[in-house]
């Protein structure tokens, strides 16, 4: 099985960084994903960590720890339109992944 | 290319009602998936294929049924809705499994359904 935690919540200001994270226990790793997802909007993909260390896309990086179990993803330079939730998803059985529970970020000005 | 597209948007049922959203894909994916989304709870698994003519249970499959007669296609039947079945219904696919690098689920904008 699988068991994923993020913070339910975080607030941060306008042009910050904010640092998400992502533990998880699984009895077999094959990757972790971390999507977006707007209000009222379907989950985009954002990146997607197999191999331990930092991956860096413009102003988004995702970080993983396979041996200590955990994942974080980091928001440069916040924008107001970075509101939204963050999604940890690991593949499990068949590669199916299972998400946690997500990660609901403000940003206010 | 649509991507992947559900029908319909929104919709309110009675209690004992049944109904049928569909789910169609562009993208020749192998893998489709049905998720449900509720406040605090994160996108659970109902329902999943992993090719034309299969299906699989996912974390919540009770109260639904699923069919894959065209790869393109994924249908998530209500047979008698309940309140509880109220929630944001998304379906997703991906080619290969979502599992492989590079490969990512491609969602659809969802389906809203209240049960009364």
């Known amino acids: 099985g699988q068991n994923i935690d993020q913070p339910t919540e975080m607030t941060a200001t306008e042009g910050a960084i904010v640092q998400i994270n992502c533990t998880y226990q699984?009895?077999?790793?094959?990757?972790l994903f971390w999507y977006q997802q707007h209000a009222g909007e379907a989950p985009t993909f954002l990146s997607y960590?197999?191999?331990?260390g930092l991956e860096e896309k413009g102003r988004f990086s995702s970080f993983l720890s396979r041996s200590k179990g955990y994942s974080y993803l980091l928001l440069k330079e916040l924008q107001m339109k970075d509101s939204a939730s963050y999604l940890c998803?690991?593949?499990?059985?068949?590669?199916?992944?299972?998400f946690g529970r997500g990660t609901s970020l403000i940003v206010h000005p | 290319n649509a991507g992947v597209t559900q029908t319909p948007k929104f919709r309110v049922l009675k209690t004992g009602q049944s109904m049928t959203l569909l789910c169609a894909q562009d993208?020749?994916?192998?893998?489709m998936y049905w998720y449900r989304q509720d406040p605090g709870m994160g996108l659970r698994l109902i329902h999943y294929?992993?090719?034309?003519?299969?299906?699989a249970k996912g974390e919540v499959p009770d109260g639904y049924n699923v069919s894959r007669l065209k790869k393109q296609n994924f249908l998530l039947g209500l047979e008698s809705a309940a309140p509880s079945q109220t929630s944001v219904y998304f379906c997703?696919?991906?080619?290969?499994?979502?599992?492989?690098?590079?490969?990512?689920?491609?969602f659809g904008p969802g389906t809203r359904l209240t049960v009364l």
């Open positions: 997703a696919s991906s080619y290969p499994p979502a599992g492989k690098p590079t490969d990512t689920q491609y």
């Open positions: 699984t009895s077999g790793f094959n990757g």
């Open positions: 960590n197999v191999l331990d």
């Open positions: 998803a690991l593949p499990g059985g068949s590669y199916i992944p299972t």
């Open positions: 993208m020749n994916h192998e893998y």
């Open positions: 294929s992993v090719g034309e003519g299969t299906t």
